[in-house]
Every structure is written in C-alpha cells, then in structure tokens.
C-alpha cells in the first residue's frame, strides 16, 4: 500500500531521492516519513512530515535531507544531499492514518537500498 522507489549507489558527497506513494485507500494520513535500517543496527527514525507541512529530522541529517509532502496525491520525498557512508542503509517509507484522536494505524512500504561509498 506504500510504493517506495529511489536509492542506489552513490559516492559520498553525492545526492539521491527517494520517493513514496500511498495508496488511494489510504485515507486520513496525518503523518509520512522515511526510516532507515543499517545492518546489524536498530530502524531508525530518518524525518517526518505531518499533513499541514511539519517537517521533523533526526539530527544527524538535519541541513543535509530535506523532506517534502503533497498531502491530496498522498505522496512524500525525501531529498538527500552531501550523502556520507553512514547513511548507508536501507530506507523505509511509513504513514500513519489517523483513525480517531486517540488511535492511529501504520503503514509501512518496502525498503529501498542507499549505499554511500566512501
């Protein structure tokens, strides 16, 4: 229900995209974002965008990634410039629908390889 697309292999220093899409049957989605999951490492949260444009980034890819989303066409991207080793990882896009004030369901789409050479 999520379709992930984007990544590859890339030196470090170099930039990719990744790009996210919804399904239409997915309605109410009050959150997107990117998560990342190094070998042998827990997943990690990467940056969120909320429905009214809130970008959040995890520290360390705070002033290198940029997120954006178009909340009507349930879709969200995610920019990534000056990309180092660390970030090597596979990336996994994930929603969150809103199913009342107090519950919310998630979403997660398949993960995308980034490989950073050094």
């Known amino acids: 229900q999520l379709q992930a697309s984007g990544g590859g292999l890339v030196q470090a220093g170099g930039s990719l995209g990744l790009s996210c899409v919804a399904s239409?049957?997915?309605?109410?989605?009050?959150?997107m974002g990117w998560y990342r999951q190094a070998p042998g490492k827990q997943r990690e949260l990467v940056a969120t965008?909320?429905?009214?444009?809130?970008?959040f980034y995890e520290d360390s890819v705070k002033g290198r990634f940029t997120i954006s989303g178009d909340g009507p066409k349930n879709t969200v991207s995610l920019q990534m410039n000056n990309l180092k080793p660390e970030d090597t990882a596979v990336y996994y896009c994930?929603?969150?629908?809103?199913?009342?004030?107090?519950?919310?369901?998630?979403?997660w789409g398949k993960g995308t390889q980034v490989t950073v050479s050094s």
């Open positions: 239409k049957g997915i309605l109410d989605i009050n959150v």
């Open positions: 994930r929603a969150e629908r809103l199913l009342s004030p107090t519950e919310f369901r998630v979403y």
């Open positions: 965008i909320t429905s009214g444009g809130e970008p």
